[in-house]
């Protein structure tokens, strides 16, 4: 989904964490460089070539299935990587008893029902249209079909941490949700935290992740007013797990570089009664971003990215 409008973003700035590799001593050198270089990402400036080069392969190893647009994906997503702290009784995990809203951008058939999407919607002061097609990569995979088979994988690793999970959508309706009911299903279900999963359409060369977060916004009726911190506490404990799990950088054209992005114009944030956060986890329309977007394997990163930030933001 591509915005065209920001507002101030705040000056705190994400790197990558460190990583550390302990390796056993009768482990040869030339292996230590190996296991380093791969926990690293690899070398280079595109911050995660190596998992592109590897789009064709599920994160087990598993053949892939096709999703959509021929792009290869896992037929168990979120099953890969290490097992969670509450995976083998999700019930003991850190975030039992914690609801979490997963909120898939856009539809696979919006395209089919314009003038419903199109039909405005009141987001507060202003209103809006119900919904968008989103975007999609030069290749023609669809950030619908991206956003979902992430939201997939995010649910799967959280309910492994005990928390309660619902979906917006789940590819189970025409179109939509439109952007007032993805925020009224979050408010009913009391969540603890709303991520709703995107991907860009800006201009190529613009890579890297950004977070929106919910500006102060009061009139028909919309109050952000109890959300606002605790929604920048949940974007900034994703926006430095994303940036360390997945390699990829802040974006370099929105939020000067802090991974960051203030909006007052989405409803789904404005009609929000719950802490609650947007995630352009790339730009579609960059083809070096594109290439990590349409790997499996990154999309595997990007969901633990997210799930690990969330996890952050909720667990005591």
Known sequence: ???????????????LNPLTLTVAALVPAAVVGVLVWQGLGGSGDDGGNAAAATSSASPTGRS???L????PGDSEPGGSGPASPGATDPAKGPLAGKVVVIDPGHNTRNHLHTAEINKQVQIGPT?????????????GYAEAAFTLDVSHRLRDLLKKEGATVTLTQDDDRPFGPCVDERARIGN???????????ADGSAVGNRGFHVILPGLVKGGGADTTPIVGPSRDLGEHIAG???AVTGSAPANYIGDGTGLDVRKDLGGLNLSTVPKVFVECGNMR???DAALLTSADWRQKAARGLAEGISGFLAP
């Open 68 to 71: 959509g647009d021929g792009v």
């Open 286 to 288: 960059d083809p070096k």
């Open 188 to 198: 009913r279900a009391k969540a603890d935290a709303v991520v709703s999963v995107h």
């Open 127 to 139: 209103s809006k249209e119900c919904d968008t097609t989103g975007t999609a990569t030069n290749a």
């Open 64 to 66: 892939g299935t096709l």
């Open 1 to 15: 989904m591509s915005y065209d409008e920001s507002q101030p973003a705040p000056r705190r700035r994400f790197g």
């Open 241 to 243: 797990r994303f940036a």
